[in-house]
T-cell receptor
Framework: QQPVQSPQAVILREGEDAVINCSSS?????VHWYRQKHGEAPVFLMI?????EQKGHEKISASFNEKKQQSSLYLTASQLSYSGTYFC??????????????FGQGTTLQVKP | DTGVSQDPRHKITKRGQNVTFRCDPI?????LYWYRQTLGQGPEFLTY????????KSRLLSDRFSAERPKGSFSTLEIQRTEQGDSAMYLC?????????????????FGEGSWLTVV
């Protein structure tokens, strides 16, 4: 049931773009994206609800393809502050609107000057 | 708007001792969650409350673990007879409802976490 994230790690230069993917084998109700820095708690980035919508937050956006049970996180013109581990948290359709999330294994992003 | 608050932030305990963690959610958030995270892994769901009612418990939550949320405000997570395998960061989170697309969902905000080391 754990979603699969890809890639596992990515190294960027400042200003470059990145895409992080999250794929589930189960029908999804929602997808949540978080960024976590070492030793800190996960920080909420965005939630995508069923409906295939795309949401954005400044230079970070995401999409959710409910037919394929896939979500992608888009980071454009990356900044040093984007470094960290990105997790997708998926809410199964059978869990409904509970907030019970199953997290992927994480994607480590490093942005270099 | 204050965030989710957890206490203590760090706890070192000897195997076999009991520990208790406290969580104060964002005010007016009626849902509260406990997750556990070990190094290199994503958070794992333990349990959640809606107001004072505990609605679901993960199979990860053995009989040594108990969570309460009296009066639907703060919550406590107690671990009895701690084992070395309990060493982890215990994350509390609370949520508010958002609507969009074809339904509604819960935007979940995590606290800073309580690190537990069992020696």
């Amino acid at each position: 049931q754990q979603p699969v994230q890809s890639p596992q790690a990515v190294i960027l230069r400042e200003g470059e773009d990145a895409v992080i993917n999250c794929s589930s084998s189960k029908a999804l109700y929602s997808v949540h994206w978080y960024r976590q820095k070492h030793g800190e708690a996960p920080v909420f980035l965005m939630i995508l609800l069923k409906g295939g919508e795309q949401k954005g937050h400044e230079k970070i956006s995401a999409s959710f393809n409910e037919k394929k049970q896939q979500s992608s996180l888009y980071l454009t013109a990356s900044q040093l502050s984007y470094s960290g581990t990105y997790f997708c948290g998926t809410e199964m359709m059978k869990s409904g609107n509970t907030g019970k999330l199953i997290f992927g294994q994480g994607t480590t992003l490093q942005v270099k000057p | 708007d204050t965030g989710v608050s957890q206490d203590p932030r760090h706890k070192i305990t000897k195997r076999g001792q009991n520990v208790t963690f406290r969580c104060d959610p964002i005010s007016e958030h009626n849902r509260l969650y406990w997750y556990r995270q070990t190094l290199g892994q994503g958070p794992e769901f333990l349990t959640y409350f809606q107001n004072e009612a505990q609605l679901e418990k993960s199979r990860l939550l053995s009989d040594r673990f108990s969570a309460e949320r009296p009066k639907g405000s703060f919550s406590t997570l107690e671990i009895q007879r701690t084992e070395q395998g309990d060493s982890a960061m215990y994350l509390c989170a609370s949520s508010t409802t958002v609507t969009g697309g074809k339904g509604s969902g819960n935007t979940i905000y995590f606290g800073e976490g309580s690190w537990l080391t069992v020696v």
